[in-house]
């Protein structure tokens, strides 16, 4: 008997022991966070200055969130800033998956969503901190929205401060209620490269982004048949100084070899919704890792409606600036479109071929008259142009090739599952390359 009680009091101590770690592991809240299995609760979601936080049933369970719990934040009153944080039980690790994702519900497109990462010195709000812009682009649909963090340290921030609708005070009405679900990491580049100069956005090998800032945006990167370029739209909420960076915060692969000799860089820029010229566009040239080391110059539009290159001088600082000093480092290029005004949601800016040193051709890359349509398509792509020769084949989004054939003018991809492709037409030395989506 003293055997058997001994045995049988060992027993529950060790399931107890056992139950309390397991208790413990699920208590911590580390990403990914799907808010299922009471990963977070409601007071984990802490609230600040008219926004308030809780986790929820899933109002509109789909294919493209079918979760049962999710999370929501409610703005009603309080400051343009309000919202919720979650504070995790570790630290953000950048080594790799520099992405913040997050699948998002709003009552309408456009709504700035910014995504704040902070440390924990201090009381909240705690440094450091960086935050980054994304927009709402659907009604009432869950979508997925993402934050680039690439050049950030590692284990440095560990709360997730979300304000949605930044820049506007809520009611508390439908209008001011928020669900998300689903806040993971990722590698944005999909095992591309990175980015460098010359910028042409015709690379497939290479991963183009634009970062956005200042309520700049959202700016984009467009495939059409004589090549690809950027659109930039400056809102009129927007800083005076709101522009966009080219790549992202990580800056690009090689330094910018700048000399006192050789100090320019070329833009080839086009102005639509105005007949205005004159408008000043900045380029900044700085260190990504120390924004104290940087440049910028000016330079005026002359034309409207028609693409011109536009010769960037660093020896010709901008007014009140520091000079260029060639012992920096420079590896990270921004562009402020019309810089010191107002946006105005009627102009929109294009740009391409950022290069240093001597300007691109605005027909390098560009293969025949090539038209890809309908694109976004359902299951079937058509190629309009096709002599009967060239080599098609198609690479997911992580650069594997699923799909290859010749000469054909209708390619049916009815088994392909919904995303991005690349569709390369190939002949002789030349080829050409198009985003496409399924839908």
């Given at each position: ?69 999710v999370g929501v934040i409610i703005r009603d009153g309080g400051d343009i800033w309000a919202g919720s944080y979650i504070e995790l039980d570790g630290y953000l690790d950048f080594s790799t998956n520099t992405t913040l994702n997050m699948r998002v519900l ?334």
């Amino acid at each position: 008997m003293p055997i058997f009680i001994k045995t049988y009091k060992m027993k529950n101590i060790l399931s107890l022991l056992i139950f309390f770690f397991i208790s413990a592991l699920n208590s911590q809240i580390l990403l990914p966070i799907d808010f299922e299995d009471n990963q977070v609760l409601n007071e984990d979601i802490i609230h600040f200055n008219g926004g308030s936080g809780y986790v929820v049933y899933n109002p509109q369970i789909d294919d493209n969130n079918p979760s049962e719990h999710v999370g929501v934040i409610i703005r009603d009153g309080g400051d343009i800033w309000a919202g919720s944080y979650i504070e995790l039980d570790g630290y953000l690790d950048f080594s790799t998956n520099t992405t913040l994702n997050m699948r998002v519900l709003s009552p309408y497109p456009g709504l700035m969503v910014k995504f704040k990462i902070e440390g924990d010195i201090g009381e909240f709000p705690s440094e450091p901190a960086t935050e980054r812009d994304a927009y709402t682009t659907a009604t009432n649909e869950w979508e997925i929205l993402s934050w680039d963090f690439s050049g950030e340290p590692s284990d440095t921030f560990r709360k997730l401060v979300l304000m949605f609708d930044f820049g506007n005070v809520g009611d508390g009405t439908a209008d001011s209620t928020f669900y998300f679900d689903d806040i993971f990491q990722t590698d944005p580049s999909g095992g591309l490269s990175q980015i460098d100069l010359p910028v042409t956005f015709d690379d497939p090998s290479v991963y183009y982004v634009l970062t956005d800032f200042g309520g700049n945006g959202p700016s984009t990167i467009l495939e059409t048949i004589d090549g690809n370029y950027a659109r930039v739209e400056k809102n009129s909420g927007a800083e005076t100084w709101a522009g966009v960076t080219i790549g992202s915060g990580a800056g690009f692969l090689n330094d910018i070899p700048i000399t006192n000799n050789d100090t320019k860089m070329f833009v080839d820029v086009f102005v639509s919704g105005t007949d205005q010229t004159g408008i000043p566009i900045k380029l900044k040239i700085e260190n990504s890792q120390d924004p104290t080391q940087s440049v910028e110059t000016d330079m005026n539009t002359t034309v409207a409606g028609e693409w011109e290159t536009m010769e960037f001088d660093f020896l010709n600082e901008s007014e009140g600036t520091a000079a260029l000093n060639t012992d920096f480092v420079f590896d990270m290029a921004s562009i402020f479109f019309n810089f010191g005004s107002s946006g105005n949601q009627d102009i929109v800016y294009y740009f391409d071929n950022v290069s240093f040193g001597s300007q691109l051709s605005t027909n390098d890359n560009i293969l025949g008259a090539y038209r890809i349509y309908p694109n976004p398509f359902i299951d079937v792509i058509n190629v309009f142009g096709i002599e009967g020769d060239e080599i098609i084949f198609i690479n997911d989004i992580l650069g594997k090739e699923i799909f290859r054939g010749v000469g054909l003018e209708e390619i049916n991809l009815s088994s392909f599952e919904k995303g991005t492709y690349f569709l390369t037409l190939s002949k002789g030395s030349q080829s050409s390359t198009f985003k496409v989506i399924k839908k």
